[in-house]
């Protein structure tokens, strides 16, 4: 009777090297990034997306400054977030030209309902949504200046003790 090969210790072998491969090329998994910061999206007039930012969503301007190449910064939080918004103008580097669907922020709202009736009162309203998931949870999107989306959760009441999206 003829031995078949072992491949299961041949596979194990081949996914142990390309691990090994992983950390040769990205480094150690021991360092980690640990925090996020801020997120950047660069805008054409940054006046009125501030306005929008702060108007609409209630977010916080932390501070305003220059970069030392010449861009003008506005960073931005939400009241119960860390994490900052960094809206950058840099008219020398071209216009802003959002691509559908690129990129989104999302925020944690308490009430879906009372929030489409501010967005009424300044004169906006979703650009889809609400829907709600199986779990809950509601969501819905606005558009920001720029053509940025944005994504307000209202999350179901499991979601908001730790279960569920």
Known sequence: MKQRPQWGWFVFL???SASAAARLVYGSPTMNARKLLHTRYRVNDLEKTVRFYKDV???EELRRHKSPRGSELVFLKAPESEEQIELCSFPSSGPVQVQPDLTHL???VDNLEEFGKHLAKLGLKYSDGPTTTSAGTVFA???APEGYEI???QRAKQARNGEGY
């Open 151 to 153: 994504e307000l959760i």
């Open 141 to 143: 999107f606005i558009d």
């Open 57 to 59: 969503l209630g977010l």
């Open 106 to 108: 999302a925020f944690e």
């Open 14 to 16: 081949i996914c142990l």
